[in-house]
């Protein structure tokens, strides 16, 4: 009888996907929104004042070699070196989420290159061309790799990789068939390789013959601008955010794009006739007084999506905290109704938290190592139930995942890949108040800080027979009320007189403590 519950619960009935692309563009900021069902799945925002460097290729000059961290540090212009480890300035191996592909006469002759070689291929002083994946975060410079690939509608570029592969994504074997032989009837230059995209799957060969047609043209045009130009210069800059959506967003199954920017509709029309003219009638160019993103209700969803709490269907809720080393996520029940059915009470805010941590992780831009914390379940059928959940969910993710089951401590680790900082640290700044913490000194905790100011004060300048102590309203309120006795006590030990005043500029820790004759400055 639960087993069936819990089927009911896990699976869901296959429907048309019904998804909407919204852009709006605004004179500091630019904000893409993507939508299933009119719920918020994707999100990004481009400003003019923080610039996006990763995916960028750039001709770059090797500044020191460090044998120690086995890594190269490059100048390629941006004030910061990048940081190019040995092992990414080798010609790597196709990622797991692509299944290589072998085509006829492809083999490479010469001698593979080793960790050990990169020293001497790349002196300090020489050039080297580099592609960013991922951009400065904090202090740390942009990380770069010799791995070069350049990314088109529905293939992947790779100039100086000579292998060929396929999206795992794309399931069917008749259609993974049908595109290797696509990929063996496409004419690419020795030594270049390609990788079919997802959203290659059932295009005809003469969508990717113009898409290839497009990369070379592209990378034509950096080969160009490599023997002109000195190191360092940037050599390719990659689309911004509207044509990166255009690229990587506009599939079949989106019916609608609306933008509020009438050049920017001409220009995605003229973007997307290079891909599909069919297309063109989806974009709608959006024209009334209340604000697109208001409109289709994306406006709430994204400050709700930002909470540290985030509530689940069942009454249950979620806790996301961003660390330095991590993010921690905690499942909670909160009011979902135990009762009688608390097994199938605690699977059901599970799987709901597997979808919705699977959402945030995407709407946040959350990538590192992160630990979720699910609601302990007893049976190792339903943590296997929530794992595969979560594992279904994160399969929509275009950012490298790699997950662990669930351990005995009812953990499940993950890493998701960081290319730049998360959403949430692009919006908003520490605290001026508590400083990033999250939280402040309680007016009890102020009350005694201030008390042993004072009392530092009457021993060190015996003096001084009258005080003014500037403070937060909040922490007087304590000092008139139940510290009061305490107070009278300390004018008797001083044999004077203690002034408070609240000033709005102090925030809730501080204070200052000032001699009430001279005005001087004193703590």
């Given at each position: 009888?639960?087993?069936?519950?819990?089927?009911?619960?896990?699976?869901?009935?296959?429907?048309?996907?019904?998804?909407?692309?919204?852009?709006?563009?605004?004179?500091?900021?630019?904000?893409?929104?993507?939508?299933?069902?009119?719920l918020?799945?994707?999100?990004?925002?481009?400003?003019?004042?923080?610039?996006?460097?990763?995916s960028?290729?750039?001709?770059g000059?090797?500044?020191?070699?460090?044998?120690?961290l086995?890594?190269?540090?490059?100048?390629?212009?941006?004030?910061?070196?990048?940081?190019?480890?040995?092992?990414?300035?080798?010609?790597?191996?196709?990622?797991?989420?692509?299944?290589?592909?072998?085509?006829?006469?492809?083999?490479?002759?010469?001698?593979?290159?080793?960790?050990e070689?990169?020293?001497?291929?790349?002196?300090?002083?020489?050039?080297?061309?580099?592609q960013?994946?991922?951009?400065?975060?904090?202090?740390?410079?942009?990380?770069?790799?010799?791995?070069?690939?350049?990314?088109g509608?529905?293939?992947v570029?790779?100039?100086?990789?000579?292998?060929?592969?396929?999206?795992?994504?794309?399931?069917?074997?008749?259609?993974?068939?049908?595109?290797?032989?696509?990929?063996?009837?496409?004419?690419?230059?020795?030594?270049?390789?390609?990788?079919?995209?997802t959203?290659?799957?059932?295009?005809?060969?003469?969508?990717?013959?113009?898409?290839?047609?497009?990369?070379?043209?592209?990378?034509?045009?950096?080969?160009?601008k490599?023997?002109?130009?000195?190191?360092?210069?940037?050599?390719?800059?990659?689309?911004?955010?509207?044509?990166?959506?255009?690229?990587?967003?506009?599939?079949?199954?989106?019916?609608?794009?609306?933008?509020?920017?009438?050049?920017?509709?001409?220009?995605?029309?003229?973007?997307?006739?290079?891909?599909?003219?069919?297309?063109?009638?989806?974009?709608?160019?959006?024209?009334?007084?209340?604000?697109?993103?208001?409109?289709?209700?994306?406006?709430?969803?994204?400050?709700?999506?930002?909470?540290?709490?985030?509530?689940?269907?069942?009454?249950?809720?979620?806790?996301?905290?961003?660390?330095?080393?991590?993010?921690?996520?905690?499942?909670?029940?909160?009011?979902?109704?135990?009762?009688?059915?608390?097994?199938n009470?605690?699977?059901?805010?599970?799987?709901?938290?597997?979808?919705?941590?699977?959402?945030?992780?995407?709407?946040?831009?959350?990538?590192?190592?992160?630990?979720?914390?699910?609601?302990?379940?007893?049976?190792?059928?339903?943590?296997?139930?929530?794992?595969?959940?979560?594992?279904?969910?994160?399969?929509k993710?275009?950012?490298?995942?790699?997950?662990?089951?669930?351990?005995?401590?009812?953990?499940?680790?993950?890493?998701?890949?960081r290319?730049?900082?998360?959403?949430?640290?692009?919006?908003?700044?520490?605290?001026?108040?508590?400083?990033?913490?999250?939280?402040?000194?309680?007016?009890?905790?102020?009350?005694?800080?201030?008390?042993?100011?004072?009392?530092?004060?009457?021993?060190?300048?015996?003096?001084?027979?009258?005080?003014?102590?500037?403070?937060?309203?909040?922490?007087?309120?304590?000092?008139?009320?139940?510290?009061?006795?305490?107070?009278?006590?300390?004018?008797?030990?001083?044999?004077?007189?203690?002034?408070?005043?609240?000033?709005?500029r102090?925030?809730?820790?501080?204070?200052?403590?000032?001699?009430a004759?001279?005005?001087?400055?004193?703590?």
């Amino acid at each position: 009888m639960i087993f069936d519950r819990i089927k009911q619960l896990v699976r869901h009935p296959k429907k048309k996907s019904n998804k909407e692309i919204a852009i709006s563009c605004e004179p500091l900021e630019r904000r893409v929104a993507l939508l299933d069902e009119g719920l918020l799945e994707e999100f990004a925002i481009e400003r003019g004042s923080q610039k996006e460097i990763a995916s960028n290729i750039y001709k770059g000059r090797v500044n020191n070699v460090d044998l120690g961290l086995k890594a190269l540090f490059v100048d390629i212009g941006i004030g910061k070196n990048a940081f190019l480890h040995f092992w990414d300035a080798i010609p790597a191996a196709l990622d797991i989420g692509v299944e290589l592909f072998e085509r006829k006469g492809t083999k490479s002759k010469l001698r593979p290159i080793r960790a050990e070689d990169i020293p001497n291929i790349y002196p300090p002083g020489s050039e080297v061309i580099v592609q960013v994946t991922k951009g400065p975060i904090g202090t740390k410079g942009p990380r770069v790799t010799t791995n070069v690939t350049l990314a088109g509608r529905y293939l992947v570029l790779m100039p100086y990789n000579e292998q060929f592969g396929i999206s795992r994504k794309i399931e069917d074997p008749k259609e993974r068939a049908r595109l290797r032989k696509i990929l063996n009837e496409l004419n690419i230059p020795e030594g270049m390789g390609l990788i079919i995209r997802t959203v290659g799957e059932g295009q005809k060969l003469r969508y990717f013959v113009r898409d290839l047609a497009m990369l070379l043209q592209k990378w034509d045009a950096i080969e160009k601008k490599m023997k002109e130009y000195p190191a360092p210069v940037l050599l390719y800059m990659e689309p911004d955010l509207i044509e990166r959506t255009v690229r990587d967003f506009l599939t079949d199954d989106v019916e609608k794009i609306y933008i509020d920017d009438e050049n920017e509709v001409k220009r995605i029309k003229d973007l997307v006739s290079l891909i599909s003219k069919r297309s063109q009638k989806k974009i709608i160019y959006y024209n009334e007084p209340i604000p697109l993103f208001e409109k289709l209700n994306i406006e709430k969803q994204i400050d709700t999506a930002f909470m540290r709490k985030v509530e689940l269907p069942s009454g249950g809720y979620i806790i996301i905290d961003e660390t330095e080393a991590l993010v921690a996520i905690d499942v909670n029940t909160g009011k979902a109704k135990v009762g009688k059915d608390q097994d199938n009470t605690i699977l059901k805010t599970n799987i709901e938290a597997a979808i919705e941590i699977s959402r945030q992780l995407r709407l946040r831009n959350i990538g590192g190592l992160v630990v979720i914390d699910f609601i302990d379940m007893k049976s190792r059928r339903e943590q296997h139930m929530v794992f595969e959940k979560l594992k279904e969910c994160v399969r929509k993710d275009r950012a490298k995942i790699n997950l662990l089951p669930i351990s005995s401590f009812g953990l499940v680790e993950m890493t998701r890949q960081r290319v730049q900082e998360s959403i949430w640290h692009s919006l908003y700044i520490p605290c001026p108040h508590c400083h990033g913490r999250g939280m402040v000194k309680s007016p009890e905790t102020m009350s005694i800080e201030i008390q042993r100011a004072i009392n530092r004060v009457i021993r060190l300048h015996p003096e001084i027979k009258e005080l003014r102590v500037f403070l937060n309203s909040f922490v007087l309120d304590r000092l008139k009320s139940e510290d009061e006795e305490l107070l009278v006590d300390l004018e008797r030990r001083m044999q004077g007189k203690l002034y408070f005043r609240t000033d709005p500029r102090i925030n809730y820790e501080e204070f200052k403590i000032v001699n009430a004759q001279t005005g001087e400055d004193i703590l």
